[in-house]
């Protein structure tokens, strides 16, 4: 189970972090990812960080303004948002995936096996 917490409302140009609490055993198997889905929109991928917190990957659209972080003694992922824009507006997801960075996939919502309920990110201008 995942449950994210930390959305709310926030002016252009502020920060939130967002975190998400894993519960189970093995969440150091898994790399964990945040999407984001605005209205109307596709859900869209922002962040992933592999199971020991070594590496992460970005798209271009949130580099340099987001930081995706994991501490494994707590079972808790956090993405922190910098530098917010109207259009960063969204429901916020982290998910679990087994294999999908080992496999290079994970920027692709469907390879995730597990997704929390979300939280929302509103940005006013």
């Known amino acids: 189970q995942l449950v994210e917490s930390g959305g709310g409302l926030v002016q252009a140009g502020g920060s939130l972090r967002l975190s998400c609490a894993a519960s189970?055993?093995?969440?150091?198997?898994?790399?964990m990812g945040w999407f984001r889905q605005a209205p109307g929109k596709e859900r869209e991928f922002v962040a992933v960080?592999?199971?020991?917190?070594?590496?992460?990957y970005y798209p271009g659209s949130v580099k340099g303004r987001f930081t995706i972080s994991r501490d494994n003694a707590k079972n808790t992922v956090y993405l922190r948002l910098n530098s917010l824009k109207p259009e960063d507006t969204a429901v916020y997801y982290c998910?679990?995936?087994?294999?999908?960075?080992?496999?290079?996939?994970?920027?692709?919502?469907?390879?995730?096996?597990?997704w929390g309920q979300g939280t929302q990110v509103t940005v006013s201008s």
């Open positions: 189970g055993r093995t969440f150091s198997s898994y790399a």
């Open positions: 998910a679990a995936c087994r294999f999908c960075y080992r496999d290079g996939f994970a920027g692709t919502s469907t390879r995730y096996d597990y």
């Open positions: 960080i592999n199971g020991n917190g070594g590496s992460t």
